[in-house]
DNA sequence: AAGCTCTGCTTTTTT
DNA sequence: AGCAGAGCTT
């Protein structure tokens, strides 16, 4: 991202030097910040420390691999000796290799989709069909967030929702179904992962010291979107090792997942003796770009103190553009990337940040109807679509047949099996010690008498033939499942490619449990399977998942009221203030030409739910207001949008 | 007990 | 407009 090249300037070259205590760095956008990371570590290895007692701890798996990547560079096959990862992965992953200390084994991990079915199991057992109660989704949002601000839910519940005292007290309950089915199943959701981590190394004092003498370095990328949770492990690793964190608080865009900014600002009161660093000038974009950044965050009532400046000086004024229609500017933007490809520009200098995963939809269509070649980051994984779900739900069955919901799945998958018949089928393993003794007592269960069930069995135990070779395993199991799932799904042709892809993720794995887990974890997208990482393609991205990037020539689209705030953030203060940032980070990814677009005439987008009109009447808008000279307004160039005879339909392919 | 059909609700961001 | 859940039919 950052020029990794070129040397260190004087407040980088302190930090990367850093020596004694802990080390907060603050690190404004664009000022090189992964380059002070990688430039520390390649520092502490090539004075002798150990790589293998560095830990890097990122925020994505992508930037931890990102910065192997660059490190490797510098050091070579070193590089691959640190530990690094997100906090998941590198919890998980420590825990597995401990299993007895964790007391983890066998456990699967599920995500975010399967926590919500299990809640949804739970609300069942509680709430009334039609009664109005909070729906699984809002649930499971609630657990997790309380869950990972470390706080009792009672206290949670009272404190940051409007439910009275009857609902919370039976949420509670319904919490607490949803406690004791996920460990009937031996399930390990995402926060479990970090709690029971936390919860061990806080209370046993002989693990704690057993992990504390691993590390020496504890680097942290992020650090304003870590959450209590994560500064508890953080606090219990430290000493002797040392801290290195680097954030914004300008960045921070995580709240709603309990991400929280006194991990930063406390930092100093926490790790006594610890030293602040700061990286101010910007080596990313030119002046321009970040006059508007700076004005954005001066606007907000809250006081950041931030003030990008360019080392590379002047350049291009961004660029304000108003369309009719969420169409027409998709189509602008696509005419606009073949143009400057025609005149030499690479498709990947460009990026093209939405807000959100669907309001990249219109772009996104535009970019396959004209063969611009594009990935998509961030946004609903291929790993979530249903028959991959039916697929990876028949490889669990065969880990464990605890695992209710890939049963429940797989089982129902057959013809005359529903809920009752597959509860009942599940119900006759569970005396089973192991799998294969479940296994046996499922042949054996009065439901698969029927001939057509016969086979039943059959799919885990392709499985578990296979246990060593992933990518066998699933080529198998795709065999196996094609009869059921090509009349189930339309489009069956298109579908079953998704299982040679996931054959072939699969071939990078030794284990079947560590293949789930790594995309449990962290999902892949189709788009990112497909292509390799150094193609020649334009990003397509939200602006959450932008975050630690950067491109020449950014458009920013959409930037409308009911998006910039969201319309869901209305209404409390600190998550307006939070969407602000968002628009801050997407701003300070454009290194040369920022290209902000919008249709505030039809926002279908507003208009769709709830705002009562399409005008921005009372809905809040962070570009209300936005002094003239900040940006050069523009109108697309009229033409075909007038004629009445274009009716433009975007052609779907 | 399964499976189909209709209705109503939703669409933020992600480990 | 597309999906999940409720309710109805077989």
Not at 9 to 29: I, M, P, Y
Not at 387 to 415: E, F, G
Not at 580 to 592: D, I, P, Q, S, W
Request: overall charge neutral; some cysteine.
């Amino acid at each position: 991202m950052t020029f990794s090249g070129g040397r260190l300037n004087r407040e980088q070259e302190a930090a990367v030097k850093h020596a004694g205590g802990h080390a907060l760095v603050l690190a404004g956008a664009g000022t090189g910040k992964t380059k002070t990371i990688i430039h520390r570590i390649a520092h502490l290895i090539e004075n002798g420390v150990d790589p293998r007692r560095i830990l890097l701890l990122t925020f994505t798996r992508r930037a931890a691999r990102e910065m192997t990547d660059r490190l490797r560079k510098m050091v070579g096959k070193s590089a691959d000796n640190i530990i690094s990862g997100t906090f998941h992965h590198y919890c998980l992953m420590t825990m597995r290799r401990m299993q007895k200390d964790f007391n983890i084994a066998g456990a699967t991990v599920i995500d975010r989709d399967d926590q919500e079915q299990l809640m949804r199991l739970a609300r069942a057992r509680y709430v009334e069909k039609k009664e109005v109660f909070p729906k699984a989704g809002p649930l499971t949002d609630l657990y997790s967030y309380a869950r990972n601000t470390n706080q009792s839910r009672q206290g949670y519940l009272k404190k940051f929702t409007e439910y009275d005292e009857k609902t919370i007290g039976r949420i509670i309950k319904v919490f607490e179904d949803y406690d004791r089915r996920k460990k009937a199943c031996n399930y390990l959701d995402f926060d479990d992962i970090l709690f029971r981590f936390a919860r061990v190394l806080h209370s046993s004092p002989a693990i704690r010291a057993k992990l504390r003498r691993r590390y020496d370095h504890i680097l942290v990328d992020e650090m304003q979107d870590t959450n209590p949770l994560q500064w508890l492990i953080l606090d219990g690793l430290r000493d002797p090792a040392k801290l290195f964190c680097v954030g914004d608080d300008a960045q921070s865009i995580y709240a709603f997942r309990g991400a929280d900014f006194r991990n930063v600002h406390s930092f100093t009161e926490r790790c006594p003796n610890s030293t602040v660093l700061k990286l101010q000038e910007n080596y990313r974009s030119t002046q321009e770009i970040l006059d508007l950044a700076n004005w954005l965050l001066a606007e907000s009532p809250l006081k950041y103190n931030k003030k990008l400046r360019a080392s590379r000086g002047k350049g291009i004024r961004p660029r304000l553009i108003e369309f009719e229609d969420d169409l027409s500017e998709a189509e602008w933007i696509a005419n606009d990337l073949l143009e400057r490809h025609e005149n030499g520009a690479a498709w990947k200098e460009h990026m093209v940040i939405s807000r959100t995963g669907f309001g990249a939809r219109a772009v996104e269509a535009e970019l396959i109807a004209r063969r611009i070649p594009y990935v998509f980051i961030g946004g609903v994984s291929f790993l979530q679509s249903a028959h991959v779900k039916d697929l990876l739900c028949l490889v669990r069955c065969a880990m464990s047949h605890h695992d209710l919901i890939a049963w429940m799945r797989y089982l129902t998958l057959w013809p005359k099996v529903g809920d009752v018949t597959a509860d009942r089928m599940i119900a006759g393993m569970q005396p089973g010690k192991s799998i294969r003794d479940a296994l046996e007592l499922l042949r054996k269960h009065p439901d698969l008498k029927n001939e057509s069930l016969e086979r039943i069995v059959q799919g885990p135990e392709i499985i578990l033939e296979n246990m060593d070779n992933p990518a066998e395993a699933i080529t198998r199991a795709s065999a196996f499942l094609e009869p059921l799932l090509s009349s189930m799904y339309e489009r069956w042709d298109k579908r079953r490619q998704d299982f040679n892809l996931l054959a072939r993720l699969a071939e990078r794995h030794r284990s079947l449990q560590g293949f789930l887990e790594t995309y449990t974890l962290d999902p892949v997208n189709i788009t990112q399977v497909e292509k390799r990482e150094d193609e020649d393609v334009v990003a397509l991205i939200t602006a959450h998942s932008a975050k630690g990037t950067e491109s020449p020539v950014c458009y920013l689209i959409r930037v409308e009221p009911g998006m910039y705030p969201h319309v869901r953030s209305l209404g409390d203060s600190d998550s307006e203030e939070e969407e602000r940032r968002v628009l801050y980070v997407a701003m300070t990814r454009a290194k040369n030409e920022l290209i902000v677009t919008r249709s505030l005439s039809r926002s279908d987008y507003t208009t769709f739910y709830g705002i009562t009109d399409s005008g921005s009447t009372g809905t809040p808008y962070f570009l209300e207001g936005l002094e003239k000279n900040l940006v050069r307004m523009e109108l697309p160039e009229t033409g075909t949008i007038d004629d009445d005879d274009s009716d433009i339909i975007i052609p779907h392919r």
